[in-house]
């Protein structure tokens, strides 16, 4: 396994992007007392003053409506110093008119687009990563 990349042009061209086969959505728990929820699948947990996002798979959300998020995880391992990544994928989907919400974790950057855009969106990035290689 390789050190963590930081030079814009090798994360572009290292993403790799994958798609993960089920939705995801974002739940969020305001709770006075401090507890938080339980749910099978947690793919991340954000705290914040007003409350406490959890990212978790669709099918465990019963009772927490919301719209569905395909998660594209970038397979490059990207530096957290490392500058511009978020920012070219974002401007990418953007020029789509496709919102995506950015989770940075240690290893790879998680991107959550909106479900019914998954498959333009995994598309874009792949080309966007294609077009770093030239």
Same mark, same amino acid.
């Given at each position: &396994?390789?050190?963590?990349?930081?030079? =814009? %042009?090798? &994360?572009?061209?290292? &993403?790799?992007?994958?798609?993960?086969?089920?939705?995801?959505?974002?739940?969020?728990?305001?709770?006075?007392?401090?507890?938080?929820?339980?749910? $099978? #699948?947690?793919?991340?947990? /954000?705290?914040? %003053?007003?409350?406490?996002?959890? /990212?978790?798979?669709?099918? %465990?959300?019963?009772? #927490?409506?919301?719209? $569905?998020?395909?998660?594209?995880? =970038?397979?490059? #391992?990207?530096? =957290?110093?490392?500058?511009?990544?978020?920012?070219?994928?974002?401007?990418?989907?953007?020029?789509?008119?496709?919102?995506?919400?950015?989770?940075?974790?240690?290893?790879? %950057? #998680?991107?959550?687009?909106?479900?019914?855009?998954?498959?333009?969106?995994?598309?874009?990035?792949?080309?966007?990563?294609?077009?770093?290689?030239?």
């Amino acid at each position: &396994m390789t050190g963590p990349v930081s030079d =814009l %042009d090798a &994360m572009l061209t290292g &993403m790799q992007p994958v798609l993960s086969d089920a939705p995801f959505r974002f739940v969020a728990q305001n709770r006075a007392d401090g507890a938080i929820a339980s749910f $099978d #699948h947690t793919f991340a947990v /954000i705290r914040e %003053d007003e409350g406490t996002t959890f /990212i978790v798979l669709s099918a %465990d959300a019963d009772g #927490h409506d919301g719209p $569905d998020f395909a998660k594209i995880t =970038l397979q490059v #391992h990207s530096a =957290l110093e490392g500058v511009g990544l978020t920012a070219a994928v974002a401007a990418a989907l953007a020029q789509s008119n496709i919102a995506c919400n950015v989770v940075a974790g240690f290893h790879h %950057d #998680h991107i959550f687009v909106p479900w019914e855009y998954r498959t333009q969106a995994i598309a874009i990035l792949k080309q966007l990563s294609q077009d770093a290689r030239r």
